[in-house]
């Protein structure tokens, strides 16, 4: 009942005078992005004279986090702080001045957050993957890009996520032997679609054996798994192709939200899970592993 109050207070007062970040978020409804900032203290700073762009989830973004996230969040500060200051950049960066692959400075010390713009059935603008769903809303302080996934600070380069990972120990063996760590390690961007080990073991044991002793091959496959662009789900369209590493394509298919993969001549994979973001690009985890065409 008080945060009603509050809300409508703060509303009422955002609808007769000229708003500033906080109080225009709210009269975007993203109230629950306010409560999360009045909770780090981060209130008085966003109101403050900047300017700051902000890259504002909404309440369905924040609904649609892990609860042991949420928890997490609520529980320590700290890292609520953190997370809520990878949102915003300094300074007023309009639509008009977003390009791909851009770097963009957060206020969280050394990290960036990667915009990313798709021109195929439509234009699409993603911050760290999440779409874009509303631009350039003017603050007194600044400006607010609305966003529908909260974006959380990645946790190290493609093979330190993989290496963290315990889904991905297969992955992480092939990856070394192939001598590819220093690669993946490089500023990409990449994007891998990284099979888990129970995607590995859909391989019969003496041929996935066959294949890790063969570096020729491994190589072969894993290339096969990367696209030197970052490319985020929301990113793909139905039928699209997109040409690997190794040298052939790959076609995604997309239905109620899910991503599923074409490959070889009969393959088929399905992202299991989507957006897993690193600093020098973004993992997808899929169930199946990706065979080139002419492999055998």
């Known amino acids: 009942m008080i945060r009603a109050v509050i809300f409508a207070c703060l509303l009422a007062f955002a609808s007769a005078q ?3 970040i906080p109080k225009l978020a709210v009269k975007l409804g993203a109230t629950d992005l306010v409560e999360f900032v009045i909770k780090a203290n981060l209130t ?31 529980h320590n500060v700290t890292l609520l702080r953190d997370v809520l200051m990878y949102h915003v950049v300094s300074g007023r960066v309009y639509s008009s001045q977003l390009s791909n692959d851009l770097l963009a400075q957060s206020l969280l010390p050394e990290e960036k957050i990667r915009i ?52 991905f120990s297969t992955l992480l063996k092939a990856v070394s032997v192939a001598g590819l760590v220093p690669t993946l390690s490089g500023a990409g961007p990449f994007t891998v679609f990284a099979p888990t080990d129970e995607a590995f073991a859909k391989i019969p044991p003496k041929t996935l054996e066959g294949l890790l002793a063969d570096k020729a091959k491994l190589t072969k496959v894993l290339t096969y798994h990367v696209i030197s662009a970052a490319v985020w789900a929301a990113g793909l369209y139905d039928g699209e192709e997109a040409k690997t590493v190794e040298g052939s394509s790959l076609t995604f298919h997309i239905e109620e ?8 001549t009969e393959g088929h994979s399905r992202v299991i899970e989507p957006n897993v973001a690193a600093t020098n690009g973004v993992i997808h985890a899929i169930d199946t592993v990706l065979l080139p065409p002419d492999l055998f």
């Open 257 to 264: 939200h899910e991503v599923a993969i074409s490959f070889g």
């Open 116 to 167: 990313n713009i798709y021109k195929n059935t439509k234009t699409v603008v993603t911050a760290e993957g999440s779409p874009v769903v509303l631009t350039d809303q003017n603050a007194t302080n600044g400006v607010i890009h609305v966003i529908d996934r909260v974006m959380l600070p990645p946790l190290g380069d493609i093979p330190t996520i993989v290496t963290r990972d315990q889904r």
């Open 44 to 74: 008085s700073a966003l109101s403050g004279p900047g300017p700051f762009t902000v890259f504002g989830p909404t309440n369905e973004a924040f609904s649609r986090l892990p609860p042991p996230i949420v928890e997490l969040l609520m």
């Open 18 to 20: 000229e708003l500033d």
